[in-house]
Protein backbone atom coordinates (compact mmCIF):
# COMPACT_ATOMS: atom_id res chain seq x y z
CA UNK A 1 0.00 0.00 0.00
CA UNK A 2 3.28 2.25 0.97
CA UNK A 3 4.20 1.73 -2.73
CA UNK A 4 0.48 2.79 -4.19
CA UNK A 5 0.65 5.57 -2.44
CA UNK A 6 3.87 6.89 -3.76
CA UNK A 7 3.25 6.52 -6.84
CA UNK A 8 -0.01 8.59 -6.18
CA UNK A 9 1.87 11.49 -4.87
CA UNK A 10 4.39 11.27 -7.97
CA UNK A 11 1.70 10.91 -10.10
CA UNK A 12 0.08 14.17 -9.44
CA UNK A 13 3.10 15.82 -9.26
CA UNK A 14 3.67 14.80 -12.85
CA UNK A 15 0.29 15.02 -14.19
CA UNK A 16 0.69 18.73 -13.16
CA UNK A 17 3.85 19.34 -15.10
CA UNK A 18 2.92 21.22 -18.72
CA UNK A 19 3.55 18.62 -20.89
CA UNK A 20 1.73 15.99 -19.11
CA UNK A 21 -1.31 18.93 -19.61
CA UNK A 22 -0.39 18.99 -23.60
CA UNK A 23 -0.70 15.40 -23.63
CA UNK A 24 -4.74 15.61 -23.15
CA UNK A 25 -4.61 17.92 -26.02
CA UNK A 26 -3.77 15.55 -29.13
CA UNK A 27 -5.93 12.54 -28.07
CA UNK A 28 -8.19 14.85 -26.91
CA UNK A 29 -9.02 16.36 -30.39
CA UNK A 30 -8.39 13.17 -32.34
CA UNK A 31 -11.03 11.31 -30.56
CA UNK A 32 -13.31 14.77 -30.85
CA UNK A 33 -13.29 14.76 -34.78
CA UNK A 34 -13.29 10.54 -35.17
CA UNK A 35 -16.60 11.20 -33.05
CA UNK A 36 -17.59 13.84 -34.38
CA UNK A 37 -17.82 12.56 -38.34
CA UNK A 38 -19.48 9.41 -36.67
CA UNK A 39 -22.00 10.95 -34.76
CA UNK A 40 -22.78 13.42 -38.01
CA UNK A 41 -23.47 10.44 -40.21
CA UNK A 42 -24.55 7.53 -37.95
CA UNK A 43 -26.62 8.96 -34.86
CA UNK A 44 -29.61 9.93 -36.12
CA UNK A 45 -29.66 6.49 -38.71
CA UNK A 46 -29.01 4.80 -35.17
CA UNK A 47 -32.04 6.36 -33.20
CA UNK A 48 -34.21 5.67 -36.29
CA UNK A 49 -33.12 2.13 -36.84
CA UNK A 50 -33.58 1.83 -32.59
CA UNK A 51 -36.94 3.61 -32.70
CA UNK A 52 -38.52 1.17 -35.51
CA UNK A 53 -36.81 -1.97 -33.70
CA UNK A 54 -38.79 -0.87 -30.31
CA UNK A 55 -41.72 -0.16 -32.36
CA UNK A 56 -41.90 -3.50 -33.94
CA UNK A 57 -41.06 -5.69 -30.75
CA UNK A 58 -43.30 -3.87 -28.38
CA UNK A 59 -40.08 -2.52 -26.48
CA UNK A 60 -41.50 0.64 -25.90
CA UNK A 61 -44.36 -1.55 -23.58
CA UNK A 62 -41.52 -3.37 -21.67
CA UNK A 63 -39.24 0.23 -21.15
CA UNK A 64 -42.26 2.12 -20.08
CA UNK A 65 -43.14 -0.36 -17.31
CA UNK A 66 -39.71 -0.77 -16.47
CA UNK A 67 -39.54 3.14 -16.29
CA UNK A 68 -42.56 3.65 -14.13
CA UNK A 69 -41.09 0.49 -11.71
CA UNK A 70 -38.25 2.82 -11.10
CA UNK A 71 -39.56 6.21 -10.97
CA UNK A 72 -38.41 7.31 -13.97
CA UNK A 73 -41.75 8.17 -15.85
CA UNK A 74 -40.76 11.51 -17.42
CA UNK A 75 -38.36 9.44 -19.41
CA UNK A 76 -40.44 7.29 -22.06
CA UNK A 77 -40.28 10.13 -24.53
CA UNK A 78 -36.20 10.06 -24.62
CA UNK A 79 -35.67 5.89 -23.93
CA UNK A 80 -34.55 5.45 -27.50
CA UNK A 81 -31.87 8.26 -27.47
CA UNK A 82 -30.94 7.70 -24.15
CA UNK A 83 -29.87 4.18 -24.85
CA UNK A 84 -28.50 4.93 -28.69
CA UNK A 85 -26.24 6.98 -26.27
CA UNK A 86 -25.29 4.49 -23.71
CA UNK A 87 -24.33 1.62 -26.27
CA UNK A 88 -21.89 4.62 -28.11
CA UNK A 89 -20.22 5.33 -24.71
CA UNK A 90 -18.21 2.18 -24.75
CA UNK A 91 -17.15 2.91 -28.00
CA UNK A 92 -15.85 6.30 -27.24
CA UNK A 93 -14.16 4.66 -24.00
CA UNK A 94 -12.76 2.95 -26.55
CA UNK A 95 -10.90 5.15 -29.34
CA UNK A 96 -10.22 7.47 -26.06
CA UNK A 97 -8.04 4.37 -24.24
CA UNK A 98 -6.87 3.51 -27.85
CA UNK A 99 -5.63 7.05 -28.26
CA UNK A 100 -4.04 7.98 -25.38
CA UNK A 101 -2.51 4.45 -25.08
CA UNK A 102 -0.39 5.25 -28.74
CA UNK A 103 -0.07 9.15 -28.69
CA UNK A 104 0.06 9.71 -24.60
CA UNK A 105 2.03 6.63 -22.99
CA UNK A 106 4.76 6.87 -24.84
CA UNK A 107 5.66 10.19 -23.74
CA UNK A 108 4.56 9.27 -20.32
CA UNK A 109 7.47 6.35 -20.69
CA UNK A 110 9.39 8.96 -21.47
CA UNK A 111 8.89 11.87 -19.00
CA UNK A 112 8.59 9.25 -15.92
CA UNK A 113 11.13 6.97 -16.71
CA UNK A 114 14.27 9.46 -18.25
CA UNK A 115 13.24 11.46 -15.12
CA UNK A 116 13.13 9.13 -12.09
CA UNK A 117 14.12 6.04 -13.12
CA UNK A 118 17.02 6.88 -15.83
CA UNK A 119 19.54 3.72 -14.22
CA UNK A 120 16.48 1.18 -15.28
CA UNK A 121 17.52 -0.95 -18.48
CA UNK A 122 15.21 -1.09 -20.94
CA UNK A 123 14.67 -4.81 -22.08
CA UNK A 124 11.55 -3.59 -24.12
CA UNK A 125 9.63 -7.03 -23.94
CA UNK A 126 6.08 -5.09 -25.44
CA UNK A 127 5.24 -3.78 -29.03
CA UNK A 128 2.70 -1.72 -30.60
CA UNK A 129 0.76 -4.54 -31.72
CA UNK A 130 0.88 -6.62 -27.93
CA UNK A 131 -0.40 -3.41 -26.89
CA UNK A 132 -3.20 -2.55 -29.11
CA UNK A 133 -4.12 -6.70 -28.82
CA UNK A 134 -4.38 -6.15 -25.00
CA UNK A 135 -6.69 -2.85 -25.50
CA UNK A 136 -9.11 -4.76 -27.71
CA UNK A 137 -9.41 -7.98 -25.88
CA UNK A 138 -9.70 -6.02 -22.61
CA UNK A 139 -12.33 -4.23 -23.99
CA UNK A 140 -14.12 -6.43 -25.53
CA UNK A 141 -14.55 -7.96 -22.01
CA UNK A 142 -15.56 -4.77 -20.67
CA UNK A 143 -18.15 -3.64 -23.04
CA UNK A 144 -20.01 -7.20 -22.87
CA UNK A 145 -19.76 -6.60 -18.98
CA UNK A 146 -20.34 -2.89 -19.20
CA UNK A 147 -23.71 -3.98 -21.80
CA UNK A 148 -24.86 -6.48 -19.06
CA UNK A 149 -24.96 -4.04 -15.78
CA UNK A 150 -26.52 -1.25 -18.37
CA UNK A 151 -29.41 -1.46 -16.01
CA UNK A 152 -28.12 -1.51 -13.16
CA UNK A 153 -26.58 2.19 -13.63
CA UNK A 154 -30.37 3.43 -13.04
CA UNK A 155 -29.46 3.03 -9.67
CA UNK A 156 -26.55 5.80 -8.84
CA UNK A 157 -25.44 4.23 -6.01
CA UNK A 158 -25.05 0.71 -7.39
CA UNK A 159 -23.29 2.89 -10.54
CA UNK A 160 -20.07 3.62 -8.03
CA UNK A 161 -19.63 -0.26 -7.35
CA UNK A 162 -20.10 -1.59 -10.68
CA UNK A 163 -18.14 0.61 -12.51
CA UNK A 164 -14.95 1.32 -10.87
CA UNK A 165 -14.27 -2.57 -10.67
CA UNK A 166 -15.28 -2.35 -14.57
CA UNK A 167 -12.69 0.04 -15.28
CA UNK A 168 -10.16 -1.48 -12.22
CA UNK A 169 -10.13 -4.50 -14.65
CA UNK A 170 -9.84 -2.64 -17.90
CA UNK A 171 -7.13 -0.47 -16.72
CA UNK A 172 -5.52 -2.89 -14.60
CA UNK A 173 -4.37 -5.02 -17.91
CA UNK A 174 -4.19 -1.93 -20.87
CA UNK A 175 -2.20 0.34 -18.69
CA UNK A 176 0.39 -2.10 -17.44
CA UNK A 177 0.76 -3.48 -20.54
CA UNK A 178 1.82 0.12 -21.61
CA UNK A 179 3.79 1.10 -18.45
CA UNK A 180 6.32 -1.95 -18.77
CA UNK A 181 6.45 -2.28 -22.89
CA UNK A 182 9.66 -0.30 -22.87
CA UNK A 183 11.40 -1.68 -20.21
CA UNK A 184 10.45 -5.30 -18.69
CA UNK A 185 11.11 -8.16 -20.74
CA UNK A 186 8.37 -10.92 -22.00
CA UNK A 187 9.74 -12.76 -19.29
CA UNK A 188 9.36 -9.94 -16.72
CA UNK A 189 6.34 -8.86 -17.81
CA UNK A 190 4.23 -12.11 -16.95
CA UNK A 191 6.04 -12.12 -13.86
CA UNK A 192 5.24 -8.92 -12.54
CA UNK A 193 1.93 -9.04 -13.35
CA UNK A 194 1.82 -12.39 -11.46
CA UNK A 195 3.35 -10.57 -8.24
CA UNK A 196 2.00 -6.96 -8.27
CA UNK A 197 -1.40 -8.12 -9.07
CA UNK A 198 -3.69 -6.77 -6.40
CA UNK A 199 -1.50 -3.47 -6.19
CA UNK A 200 -2.28 -2.83 -9.70
CA UNK A 201 -5.84 -4.22 -9.52
CA UNK A 202 -6.04 -1.37 -6.53
CA UNK A 203 -4.59 1.71 -8.83
CA UNK A 204 -7.35 0.19 -11.00
CA UNK A 205 -10.15 0.54 -9.19
CA UNK A 206 -9.36 3.59 -7.67
CA UNK A 207 -9.01 5.28 -10.81
CA UNK A 208 -12.19 3.21 -12.00
CA UNK A 209 -13.99 5.51 -9.38
CA UNK A 210 -12.70 8.45 -11.34
CA UNK A 211 -13.21 6.87 -15.00
CA UNK A 212 -16.91 6.27 -13.36
CA UNK A 213 -17.59 10.28 -13.32
CA UNK A 214 -18.29 11.04 -16.95
CA UNK A 215 -20.42 8.37 -16.67
CA UNK A 216 -22.93 10.70 -14.73
CA UNK A 217 -23.11 12.92 -17.79
CA UNK A 218 -25.41 10.23 -19.27
CA UNK A 219 -28.01 10.55 -16.27
CA UNK A 220 -29.61 13.69 -17.08
CA UNK A 221 -32.46 12.28 -18.61
CA UNK A 222 -33.90 14.83 -21.57
CA UNK A 223 -31.33 17.47 -21.36
CA UNK A 224 -28.84 14.57 -21.86
CA UNK A 225 -30.11 14.31 -25.20
CA UNK A 226 -30.33 18.12 -26.27
CA UNK A 227 -27.35 18.80 -25.22
CA UNK A 228 -25.71 15.46 -26.29
CA UNK A 229 -23.20 16.77 -28.78
CA UNK A 230 -21.15 18.66 -25.65
CA UNK A 231 -21.52 16.15 -23.25
CA UNK A 232 -20.54 13.81 -25.60
CA UNK A 233 -17.09 16.28 -25.72
CA UNK A 234 -16.75 16.43 -22.08
CA UNK A 235 -17.09 13.17 -21.34
CA UNK A 236 -14.25 12.45 -24.03
CA UNK A 237 -11.63 15.17 -22.44
CA UNK A 238 -12.54 13.39 -18.94
CA UNK A 239 -11.62 10.20 -20.22
CA UNK A 240 -8.70 11.14 -21.86
CA UNK A 241 -7.73 12.92 -18.99
CA UNK A 242 -8.38 10.51 -16.55
CA UNK A 243 -6.28 7.68 -18.75
CA UNK A 244 -3.00 10.23 -18.90
CA UNK A 245 -3.59 10.31 -15.18
CA UNK A 246 -3.87 6.67 -14.90
CA UNK A 247 -1.01 5.78 -17.10
CA UNK A 248 1.13 8.20 -14.72
CA UNK A 249 0.19 6.84 -11.56
CA UNK A 250 0.91 3.25 -13.44
CA UNK A 251 3.78 4.25 -14.83
CA UNK A 252 5.63 5.62 -11.58
CA UNK A 253 4.58 2.48 -9.91
CA UNK A 254 5.63 0.02 -12.47
CA UNK A 255 8.84 1.40 -13.06
CA UNK A 256 9.24 1.66 -8.88
CA UNK A 257 8.21 -1.94 -8.74
CA UNK A 258 10.40 -3.27 -11.48
CA UNK A 259 13.48 -1.71 -9.90
CA UNK A 260 13.17 -3.29 -6.85
CA UNK A 261 12.32 -6.48 -8.27
CA UNK A 262 15.42 -6.99 -10.18
CA UNK A 263 17.41 -5.27 -7.58
CA UNK A 264 16.01 -8.48 -5.31
CA UNK A 265 17.06 -10.68 -8.45
CA UNK A 266 20.39 -9.58 -8.25
CA UNK A 267 20.88 -10.16 -4.44
CA UNK A 268 19.58 -13.80 -4.67
CA UNK A 269 22.18 -14.17 -8.08
CA UNK A 270 25.40 -12.63 -5.63
CA UNK A 271 24.42 -15.39 -2.97
Known amino acids: ?42 LQPTIDWLHAYFADNGGFRVAGAVLDWV ?9 VPLIAMWVLLPLMILTA ?36 WTAIWSFFVFAVLWLLTLPLSLFPPLTF ?13 VMAYDALAEHASADEYRAFMREHRWPLLLIGTLTGAMGAA ?14 FPFLAAGAIWLY ?32
Not at 100 to 128: C, E
Not at 214 to 227: C, D, K, N, Q, R
Request: proline residues 3%; charged residues 15%; contains cysteine.
Open 1 to 42: MRDVLIALGRAVVSQLHFRMLLLTVLPFAASVLLWGVLLYLG
Open 214 to 227: PTLLWLGGALSVIF
Open 161 to 173: LIQPVLWGWLTYH
Open 97 to 132: LVFVGTMAMPAIVRHVGGRQYPDLDKRRGGTLFGSL
Open 240 to 271: VLVFVFTGLWFEHYCLAALRQDRAKVRAVDVR
Open 71 to 79: GLGNWHTVV
